[in-house]
């Protein structure tokens, strides 16, 4: 329980400090976005990626009637359910856009959201938790909210930021470097190391009374590390000696929800042969990656690889790599149907061209698609095979369509 007289302090300096804040980097999202009254917008993604810049240039799109209120605020520590009826007090009845940040700390967040939602007020709220956002969603308001997910910068937004031209040598820089703000203005390594940190021990250590920390640590570097890879949650579980597959299955989850590291499933018309099959594993960031992991950058392939699977995330909902005979890295569906095949190869050689090719083809085949993308880091050709076109495109290009 907080008092009132600290949430109005709170929201008053809150307010004065977002007014004084720069505009900062314009995001891609944020020709998406649309505030109505009928449906709730929910900002996802991890912490320190920009979810709170993305509000505040909304925000600076509206001339009055707004609240602004973040939960993170020390002055509120401790704020529960019956707080919400103090805030709204100090908000006042006036307030049409209503902008709230880590909203899913305080318990029955969502009640208070709905409430305002039957008023008809404009609301938008961000949280760097999936899975606490989206089980309460799902039982106040479904079919009620339009969800974002927003990750570190694009190849786009990151050559905007840092004012560079768009070519093979700058896309080698961005896959080191990657997308997060704060360390792409100082180049300082620790300040991801800080995040990572703080995003284990608080958000999953702390949260999920997680016991042996130490062998939670250690998977999700190991995952990181291994990042383009294949795992088995019984491997995990045999190599780091914890007690049952089901808690292995309990980890990554967290680690999922936090958004440190996605999971992909090998593609299948069958749910049970999804749920079964080895899935492969990929990082937030590249630069994130690097910074936390001491063999991440050094394999080109697997980093490029890794920031391929964010750009498509960005895209597309449904992802999944494919195997039979050969692999392919990279297969979107939509609406029930696979659309999409994408091989990943930094460069392409004699050596490797059957492989790459292959797999892809195969792909093609199986899926009835007329063509396929193999994305390079500078190679940009066309191959016919089989009545198939495979259009090699370096990724600077592909990175910006």
């Not at 938790?129 to 969800?147: C, V």
């Not at 936090?258 to 937030?284: E, G, M, N, R």
Request: proline share 2%.
């Amino acid at each position: 329980m907080v008092l009132k007289s600290d949430v109005a302090i709170a929201f008053k300096q809150q307010q004065l400090l977002l007014e004084g804040k720069p505009n900062g980097e314009r995001r891609e999202q944020l020709a998406q976005v649309i505030l109505s009254k009928e449906f709730v917008l929910i900002i996802t993604g991890i912490r320190r990626c920009g979810k709170s810049t993305l509000m505040q240039q909304l925000i600076n799109q509206l001339k009055d009637s707004v609240a602004f209120f973040n939960f993170e605020d020390p002055r509120v520590f401790g704020f529960e359910t019956t707080d919400f009826v103090k805030l709204d007090e100090v908000i006042g009845e006036n307030t049409l856009y209503y902008f709230f940040d880590e909203v899913q700390n305080v318990d029955n967040w969502e009640i208070f959201i709905r409430n305002l939602h039957d008023k008809q007020k404009v609301i938008c709220i961000t949280g760097s938790n999936a899975s606490l956002l989206s089980r309460e969603l799902g039982t106040k308001l479904t079919g009620r909210n339009i969800q974002i997910e927003l990750l570190p910068f694009s190849f786009k937004e990151y050559i905007s930021f840092k004012k560079m031209k768009a070519e093979a040598a700058t896309f080698e820089h961005y896959l080191v470097e990657g997308g997060f703000p704060d360390y792409l203005k100082t180049a300082n390594k620790e300040i991801l190391q800080q995040l990572f940190k703080d995003i284990v021990y608080r958000d999953i250590i702390v949260r999920h009374s997680v016991r042996n920390d130490k062998v939670l640590i250690s998977i999700a570097l190991y995952l990181i590390s291994n990042a383009g890879k294949a795992f088995s949650f019984t491997n995990i579980k045999n190599t780091f000696g914890v007690g049952s597959v089901n808690t292995v299955m309990d980890y990554i989850s967290w680690l999922e929800d936090s958004y440190l590291l996605f999971t992909l499933p090998k593609f299948s018309w069958s749910l049970k042969s999804i749920a079964i099959s080895p899935k492969k594993v990929y990082v937030i960031d590249t630069g994130f990656g690097d910074a936390n992991s001491l063999s991440f950058s050094n394999d080109t392939g697997r980093l490029f690889e890794n920031a391929v699977y964010l750009q498509l995330r960005r895209t597309y909902k449904e992802l999944y790599y494919f195997r039979d005979k050969g692999e392919c890295d990279f297969v979107v569906k939509e609406k029930n149907k696979v659309t999409h095949a994408i091989q990943v190869c930094a460069e392409v050689s004699q050596e490797n061209l059957p492989r790459e090719v292959n797999g892809l083809l195969e792909a093609l085949r199986f899926f009835d698609l007329e063509k396929g993308v193999i994305v390079t880091m500078n190679q940009e050709d066309e191959i016919i095979q089989d009545d198939k076109k495979i259009q090699l495109i370096p990724a600077w290009k592909w990175f910006m369509n």
